[in-house]
C-alpha cells in the first residue's frame, strides 16, 4: 500500500486560507469516509484536527475543516494563525487487509 | 483525562532486541485499540499495525511482520512494541495511539526514540 500523496509545502500569510490535498485511490480515500487529519510540530507527538472526514475532535478551532471529493481529501485552514506553522498528515482507511495508511506530510509555513 | 504514557529513549546495537511500552489512562483500556506509528529521522508517519485490547489479536502492516509483535498486559492497561533483530533501519520514534475508529488516532503516547547503532 503506497502513502497517500501530500504536497510538500503549502504557505500563507497570516489571516489568509490554504488548502491542503491528500490524494488516494478508490480503494482508501475514495472508497470510505475514514480520512483524518494530523497536525505535528517539531518535536511533538501528532495531534487529531479532523477525522470521518470532516468532523473536528472538541478543542479543534472551527479554522480547521475538513472535506472529500472522489479520491482527494482536503484540509483547509482559515485565518492562517502562526501557531498553526506545522506539518500536517492525512491518514484514511484501506480496508480490511490493508487498514490505514498516511500521506506524505505538508509542511504549512505562515509566511 | 486520557493519557499514554511511553517508555523512554533506547540505544541498542544492531542485531539487539527492544521492547517499548505504552501505559494508558483514564479511560477503559480494553474498550479502544491501540496502534503502532513510527516516524524515521525526518521522515513522515508510518502506520504499523494495531492490536485489538479485547482479544490480543495483532494485526500488522505491511513491512512491519516477522520482527515487530505487539502485545498487552492488561492488568496494567499497558500496550507493548518488541522489536528483534534490530537494523540501523529501525532508527526512529515509535508511537502508540489509541484507535477511536477507522483511521481515527485520537490520543497519542509522546514518543520513543529508538536508536539502533553499533
Known amino acids: 500500500q503506497s502513502a497517500l500523496t501530500q504536497p510538500r509545502s503549502v504557505s500563507g500569510s497570516p489571516g489568509q486560507s490554504v488548502t491542503i490535498s491528500c490524494t488516494g485511490t478508490?480503494?482508501?480515500?475514495?472508497?470510505?469516509?475514514?480520512v483524518s487529519w494530523y497536525q505535528q510540530h517539531p518535536g511533538k507527538a501528532p495531534k487529531l484536527m479532523i477525522y470521518d472526514v470532516s468532523k473536528r475532535p472538541s478543542g479543534v478551532p472551527d479554522r480547521f475543516s475538513g472535506s472529500k471529493s472522489g479520491n482527494t481529501a482536503s484540509l483547509t485552514i482559515s485565518g492562517l494563525q502562526a501557531e498553526d506553522e506545522a506539518d500536517y498528515y492525512c491518514?484514511?482507511?484501506?480496508?480490511?487487509?490493508?487498514?490505514?495508511?498516511f500521506g506524505t506530510g505538508t509542511k504549512v509555513t505562515v509566511l | 483525562q486520557v493519557q499514554l504514557v511511553q517508555s523512554g529513549s533506547e540505544l541498542k546495537k544492531p542485531g539487539a532486541s527492544v521492547k517499548v511500552s505504552c501505559k494508558a489512562s483514564g479511560y477503559t483500556f480494553t474498550s479502544y485499540a491501540m496502534n503502532w506509528v513510527r516516524q524515521a529521522p525526518g521522515q513522515g508517519l508510518e502506520w504499523m499495525g494495531w492490536?485489538?485490547?479485547?482479544?490480543?489479536?495483532?494485526t500488522y502492516a505491511q513491512g512491519f511482520t516477522g520482527r515487530f509483535v505487539f502485545s498487552l498486559d492488561t492488568s496494567v492497561s499497558t500496550a507493548y512494541l518488541q522489536i528483534s533483530s534490530l537494523k540501523a533501519e529501525d532508527t526512529a520514534v515509535y508511537y502508540c495511539?489509541?484507535?477511536?475508529?477507522?483511521?481515527?488516532?485520537?490520543?497519542w503516547g509522546q514518543g520513543t526514540l529508538v536508536t539502533v547503532s553499533s
Open positions: 491518514c484514511s482507511y484501506a480496508g480490511s487487509y490493508t487498514f490505514d495508511v
Open positions: 492490536i485489538n485490547t479485547n482479544t490480543g489479536n495483532p
Open positions: 478508490s480503494s482508501d480515500v475514495g472508497g470510505y469516509n475514514y
Open positions: 495511539a489509541r484507535g477511536s475508529s477507522s483511521a481515527n488516532f485520537d490520543y
